[in-house]
């Protein structure tokens, strides 16, 4: 079975400060490969994904991606963050040939300080 | 137009009754889940649900059950509710699995 790490439950960082938020998984197989935020409140929604191709994926708001296969990661960036950006991310995979149930990472809390 | 839409938004309820959360997706979606997210935000598959297939995740007790009147709609059933059921509860919805899921915004479940 697939399964996702995110190394950092919570990455403070200031206003206009870059940020990696990390993402490692599991899977003997190929996979595809999602970002989502959590704004307070609300339910997720897709940042951005990566299905096969170009291994880096740019995304909502300024986020990018890139997938490294033989480290097996799924990094978020965004070069300068905003207050606005203070939320929850979630990374996620399914499975090529297996089972389509999305597994999630137990999130990474970003926090940007003014 | 809301794509997948959830209601109640909050529910507050004593331990021991009955509760149903429903679950309306617009989008033509094959597939619907239930996610509990507890209160350290992490994000526990209970239920998937297609067409054809329903899987359960063993750990969910048989005190929640989903039904499916139909392939745009989701619902979740509890009963004899338990202090430890309290958390926000996320009904999704997707196409496949190199689709990314569509959630609702959430039913924060409370049990008193």
């Not at chain 2, 196409?95 to 569509?102: I, K, L, P, Q, Y």
Request: aromatic share 12%; glycine share 6%; hydrophobic share 35%.
């Amino acid at each position: 079975a697939q399964s996702v790490t995110q190394l950092d439950s919570q990455v403070p960082v200031f206003e206009e400060a870059p940020v990696e938020l990390r993402c490692n998984y599991s899977s003997s197989v190929s996979v595809y490969l999602f970002w989502y935020v959590q704004y307070p409140n609300q339910g997720l929604q897709l940042l951005l994904k990566y299905l096969s191709g170009s291994t880096l994926v740019k995304g909502i708001n300024g986020f990018e991606a890139e997938f490294n296969k033989s480290q097996t990661s799924f990094h978020l960036r965004k070069p300068s963050v905003h207050i606005s950006d203070t939320a929850e991310y979630f990374c996620a995979v399914t499975i090529s040939g297996g089972s389509y149930i999305p597994t999630f990472g137990r999130g990474t809390s970003l926090i940007v300080h003014p | 137009d809301t794509a997948v839409s959830q209601t109640p938004k909050y529910l507050v309820t004593q331990m021991g009754n009955d509760k149903s959360i429903k679950c309306e997706q617009n989008l033509g979606h094959d597939t619907m889940y239930w996610y509990k997210q507890d209160s350290k935000k992490f994000l526990k598959i209970m239920f998937s649900y297609n067409n054809k297939e329903l899987i359960i995740n063993e750990t969910v007790p048989n005190r929640f059950s989903p039904k499916s009147p139909d392939k745009a709609h989701l619902n979740l059933h509890i009963n004899s509710l338990e202090l430890g059921d309290s958390a926000v509860y996320f009904c999704a919805s997707n196409r496949g699995r190199n689709t990314e899921a569509f959630f609702g915004q959430g039913t924060r479940l409370t049990v008193v």
